[in-house]
């Protein structure tokens, strides 16, 4: 039986007069993954930017991992929001991205080789092969949006929304990243399409 992750009920919230929310009840379950769709200014990034734990709503009660909460500590604690903008340190190691150590200022040599030893077994974990040592800016598209799903996995997130139109990928590509993110679902964390491209929505989700 899958696991009740993240449920919101009756959620009101008004961002601005284009941007609000009206009794939204939204339950996410560990193991699966779900697409918001909707037309512009429907709420959907509001209703996202809430799980991410952006809004802060006083008394206002939601339940998260089976315990009853009413701040979103817990949820910015254990979200993680995969979009382009994350890849902008480019310079790093797939090893160093995946565990946010810059190995120049704080790692030795020995403790290089521990991460990367550490990405490895992550990575046959999952059955994904790149090289740990490569550089994010090295990496094709798919293969950087596989890593930070990885990332995600890693810093032990249970609700994963991905908010990416996968510029530069195939949709063969979209594909063998549903295939890991299957892999990391079943894991029992939730997903969360927020993505503006039907083709991306429908395959991921």
């Known amino acids: ?5 993240l449920r919101i009920n009756n959620l009101s919230l008004e961002y601005s007069v284009v ?3 009206m009794n939204i009840s939204v339950c996410l379950l ?6 918001f769709l909707g037309l512009e200014n429907s709420g959907k990034n509001l209703l996202v930017d809430f799980i991410c734990g952006k809004h802060d709503i006083n008394k206002f009660s939601y339940y998260f991992n089976g315990s009853r909460h ?4 817990d949820l ?6 995969i979009s382009v903008t994350n890849y902008l340190i480019d310079d790093w190691t797939v090893a160093e991205y995946l565990f946010l150590v810059d190995e120049s200022s704080f790692f030795s040599m020995m403790n290089r080789k521990k991460l990367i030893s550490r990405t490895e077994a992550l990575f046959r974990e999952f059955e994904l092969n790149i090289d740990p040592d490569k550089r994010l800016k090295k990496l094709t598209e798919p293969e950087k949006r596989m890593v930070d799903l990885l990332k995600a996995y890693s810093n032990h997130a249970r609700i994963i929304v991905i908010e990416d139109e996968f510029e530069g990928c195939s949709t063969q590509d979209i594909q063998e990243f549903k ?3 299957d892999r990391v679902v079943k894991r029992g964390i939730a997903s969360v399409i927020n993505s503006h491209s039907d083709n991306v929505s429908h ?3």
């Open 179 to 181: 295939i890991l993110l």
């Open 19 to 21: 941007e609000k929310l």
């Open 203 to 205: 395959i991921l989700s």
């Open 70 to 73: 009413i701040d979103t500590e």
């Open 76 to 81: 910015r604690k254990y979200v993680y929001r």
């Open 1 to 5: 039986m899958k696991k009740e992750m």
């Open 30 to 35: 560990g193991g699966e993954c779900v697409g």
